[in-house]
């Protein structure tokens, strides 16, 4: 199996780490033992030949000093005999012998003559020589493998060092990351076998930890900006509108999961006593979308209040808007205001692509409405009042008006199946029948999860 490096390329694992130490000992001591082996055969020799001349000259001298002081050797000699150069026979055997000097150890060798008036002949070797040669062959194997075992040593410990020096990095490495340094990297390019292997799997870890932990910033941002955005929501609920008796007047936004996308709704009732809904969407997501809302919602709750017609607070809001907003801002809305005396109504739609779905209970069916216009902030004003149209309405009893935000009838099922217009109107006859709290399980019961957009609703019903 083969590894990965940090550049991308993939790199053939090597040997391990124990087969290369194992691999580069022996070699090394198979050098250093027949380094040795020639050395301590050397020696030998040499050994040997210093000591065979020695015993010679031992030979020569104790026989010598014998010979002056009249040696004689002794009858009870215990003597082993054997070949010798030249077809001679040799005897050997310590003895004591008396010399003018007193008794002296010696070693004996004596040559038989080769005819009988012959006498023997003797020779005298210090008794000694053994220990001689012990102790110069002692010397000579303490000083070959003293020296092969400090070689050994010497190339264990630098291959030790040359395992250990990455090891020791990467130990450094790993206690800068613990400290907080997540731009250290793990050094590991002069390592080898498994300590390679280890560099590049700690490496990897790292990266899984920086990863991680932007992961986890990032989603802990998310949250916190969906928690805003929530108390924004929860702190902007629409105005609670008491409508005059024979009307009635519902809201309702289906929150989506995380920081949503800022649609929103609007009840008004000013002091002539005219009722007005309003369903915007902001053309951005999170933290901008929901100031983006809150400005537009602000300035169309304004002019509305103050008495405005829907098309004068949208061209007011547009102004202000156009003034405020960086460019690529905008938010679309639509308004629909009814006077409840007099049952006139006014549907304005500032650039909002989802139609109004009114019930028409004469007719006994559901119109679409979609009035045109473009999007608040968008014109600085000329383009904006031109393109802005404003549909007139009869609301009679039994009819009913429902607004609702973009993303409802962009609202997809698990199957990838989208709620379209006709899925809009659906909904918007469960609402007229069994309520805001039907319609809402029922559109829920269709995505078959969390909504991933906010679902703005306003319903307005004249019931007599």
Known sequence: MSERTNDGERRKPGPGLAARFTLGLGMVSVVLAAAAAWILLRSLDTVQDDLVEDARRGMAAETAWMNENGAQIPEDIVALEGAGPRGKRVQSGDATVTTAQGAVATRIYTVPGSAPELAPAAFYAPRDSGARASAHLLLVVVLVIGTLVLATVIVGAWTARRIAAPLNEMVEDVLAISRGRLDRRIRGANAVGEVAHLATAMERMVADLVEGQETERALVASQAEAEHLRALRRNLRPMKVAPPSGWSVETRLVEAEGAGSGDFSDALRDERGRITLVVGAPAAEGMPGALLMAMTRAYLRSAVLAGADPAVACDAANAALNRDLTRGLYCSAMLLQADPASGAAALVSTGHRTPAVRWDAAAGRWKRLQPNGIA?????????????????????????????????????????????????????????????????????????????????????????
């Open 376 to 464: 608040l902030g968008f014109d600085e004003g000329p383009v904006f009042r031109k393109a802005l149209e404003t549909l007139h309405l009869d609301i009679r009893p039994g009819d009913a008006v429902l607004l609702a935000s973009p993303s409802v009838v962009a609202a997809a099922a698990r199957n990838g199946r989208e709620l379209g217009e006709g899925g809009l109107a659906t909904l918007a006859k469960i609402a007229l029948e069994d309520g805001m709290d039907a319609m809402e399980q029922k559109l829920r019961a269709f995505l078959g999860a969390k909504p991933q957009a906010d679902m703005a609703f306003a319903l307005l019903r004249r019931t007599a």
